[in-house]
């Protein structure tokens, strides 16, 4: 990609103001060395602070193995091992956040909603530098909810957060599907810093990432590292029929088997993910996010610019494929809320009685019904047998009422 950091803008912006020529040369020359060293470097080496105080025990330190397991297990909490889940979800949407919190409570996971934002309501001075003509409201008030959920994470005291749209499907084994990708990541082959003393003790995915893209509806690796993926076998993989073709091409490229396709995920650096639909941040990937997405500007749809400042390795994540949450489709024009109503499409489409999602085996929207199946009249046949109408009178001779 051509996307190239800090944007001209900033460099010429920064020589403007100098009017001495002495100052302005040395000033220039100061700039110019900030600026190659923001290139080449961390630009901003923020001390990654662990808010919890870490302890002191120095336990487990040589025993790797068994603490895996046990800090895997946290996947299995209400928040799958993160500190917290979130979603976004217009504020008029309460069609979705009903469906969210439904289908949430139903698999053990807790949600807390934040706001969708419509973009037309950003204030001209709050809108970010180098904003693209193009970018549509929608587009922008999209950035904004979740530029509103990366701050959200900051102010709170956490470790992880999981960003979730208000679309989403995942498998009714969501947890399981989580435990074992965390045991994958606190052996993760792919890291670039090696694992702290907080990482081993309280973090099941690591915190060596910016984001961990775990719902995209797209999705390609760098085309010159196709030797940098790590796989493993999942018992909860989606059929072959419902992963999408362009992840699929991705394996291969890594030069998987249709067999492989069809029983590994693979976990890989980011570089192409597309939608927004499910992805988990540290506290490191929100201030970079904020910064890159933010206060240096917005360059492109919110999903396209965190790929692009991936490209240019400014953020660094992992991507999960094929990934464990799925978009939950009607087919109709409730499916989007970047669209108006579509002359002669339907607004319901089949409805959540007919919809479906890809690259989830058991999907926890479908399987509501069953897990909430009562069965109410057939069960009072079996436990309270009709009683004739002359028992009913013979009972109520000897002043008997009710059901005995
Ligand atoms: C789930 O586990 C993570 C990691 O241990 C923790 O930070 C989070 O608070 C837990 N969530 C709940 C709801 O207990």
């Not at 991705?250 to 192409?272: A, D, H, K, N, V």
Request: overall charge negative; glycine content about 6%; proline content about 6%.
């Amino acid at each position: 990609m051509t996307t190239t950091f800090p944007p001209k803008q900033l460099i010429y912006a920064g020589r403007r103001p100098f009017i001495l020529l002495a100052a302005s040369v040395s000033v220039t020359v100061a700039i110019f060395f900030i600026i190659v060293s923001a290139i080449s470097l961390d630009p901003f080496p923020l001390p990654l602070r662990p808010l919890i105080k870490t302890s002191t025990t120095g336990a487990d330190t040589d025993s790797k193995m068994p603490h895996t397991f046990a800090l895997a297990t946290a996947a299995q909490n209400e928040s799958l091992g993160f500190g917290e889940i979130v979603y976004i979800s217009m504020p008029y949407r309460t069609d979705r956040q009903d469906a969210m919190n439904l289908v949430a409570s139903t698999t053990g996971i807790k949600l807390k909603l934040i706001p969708g934002v419509d973009g037309s309501t950003i204030h001209e001075k709050a809108k970010p530098d180098f904003l693209p003509e193009n970018l549509t409201p929608s587009a922008l008030g999209c950035w904004r909810a979740h530029a509103d959920a990366w701050r959200y994470m900051l102010d709170s005291n956490l470790e992880s957060l999981l960003i979730l749209e208000d679309d989403v499907d995942w498998d009714i084994n969501i947890h399981e599907i989580m435990e074992h990708l965390s045991l994958e990541m606190q052996n993760n082959p792919l890291r670039l810093d090696p694992q702290t003393e907080r990482e081993r003790e309280a973090a099941p995915y690591g915190l060596d990432w910016d984001f961990l893209f775990l719902g995209h509806c797209l999705d390609s690796a760098n085309p010159d590292r196709n030797d940098l993926f790590h796989m493993y076998k999942d018992n909860n993989m989606p059929e072959r029929e419902s992963q999408i073709h362009e992840m699929k091409d991705m394996e291969r490229r890594f030069g998987l088997s249709e067999q492989q396709i069809s029983e590994y995920r693979t976990l890989s650096p980011t570089w192409f993910p597309a939608c927004t639909m499910s992805y988990a941040i540290t506290r490191r990937g929100a201030q970079r996010l904020l910064m890159w997405l933010s206060y240096m500007g917005l360059n492109a749809p919110v999903d396209n610019d965190i790929a692009f400042k991936a490209q240019s390795g400014h953020l660094h994540g992992y991507d999960l494929n094929p990934p464990p949450f799925g978009a939950w489709r009607v087919q109709g024009s409730k499916d989007s809320d970047n669209q108006e109503f579509e002359e002669g499409k339907p607004l319901a489409g089949e409805g959540n009685r007919g919809g479906f999602s890809l690259n989830v085996r058991n999907s926890a929207r479908k399987r509501l019904a069953s897990l909430l199946y009562a069965d109410t009249w057939n069960r009072y046949e079996k436990m309270f047998p009709k009683k004739s109408d002359e028992e009913v009178a013979a009972a109520k001779s000897e002043g008997k009422m009710g059901y005995r």
